[in-house]
DNA sequence: CCCATATTGTTTGAATATCAAACAATATGG
DNA sequence: CCATATTGTTTGATATTCAAACAATATGGG
């Protein structure tokens, strides 16, 4: 197999990779009560908190006009708080509260199953190689 | 680092990796005249090119109402047809028109050169090994 | 062969998500 | 001091999402 189509069939596995990982996602939010968009949100807030407005729309590749109807949907439901920033009177900072940790937390735990379901096969040094390869596309894109 | 570290990390590398693809696959897609899921939608019938609605619902994880709608949208842009599955007058299949296969060859144009970038520094048996790794993940999701 | 049950895709209403454009409040820098 | 830029919000139009109800058709058991 040349090198043009080595990078063809993985860019085919990173595309199916995707997918399977989005209807994933779809089933396993269905049964939580907000919507795939929202669990979104919930993810990234788990590892970037607090977070500016401006800042959550970028990582999400949505606009800050759809960002704001989404928090304000958010923070109905007591999963995140508006936090005035001291620096800035213009700008807001999102945070979790401790309803929204606890639907990160429930949502982690499923991915971490789901992880170790898929590297059940793996040894140790399979893992840490994979780990290190994803890595560096992750630190690419 | 322990096993549940390592699978921990590997989670939050998954994660992070879906995230980052989400936010590019929206900026690519936005200047492309037609929405997210519907590029989503032209991506699976690139590859199971004709399918039936029940199948690319579950493939996408949505609902065949959801579906209908979004290959009415389709349809109107005609970038697919329905065709009538001759084996059951219930029954559609969906296809890309030219015009949706084209979406298809570009926007997989950008996924290959994306992956280029992503691999630029690896190896050609780096390249098999990610490659067998991810087709063992895919394989089990 | 008949008919009860299941399946497929569509329609509909309500809620959510999306964008671009316009806006108010505030920050910045010359 | 003031022109310009930035941040988040609001709004209207369109798209996406679900569940429920439906019509047309397929299936399988009696």
Redesign the pocket.
Known sequence: MGEKEKIHNLSDLIIEFYEKLSSWE?SIV?SSGI?L??MHTIEILGVHNPV???DLAGKM??????L??????LEKKDLVN?IP?PD?????VIVLTEKGREHYRLHSQYHRDLTAECVAGFSASDIDSFSKYLKKVVDTI
Chains 1, 2 share one sequence.
């Open positions: 779809h269905a919507t968009q929202q500016k407005m401006k590749g949505i606009t800050t006009g759809t704001t109807v989404l928090i304000d949907n508006r920033n800035d009177r213009r700008s807001i």
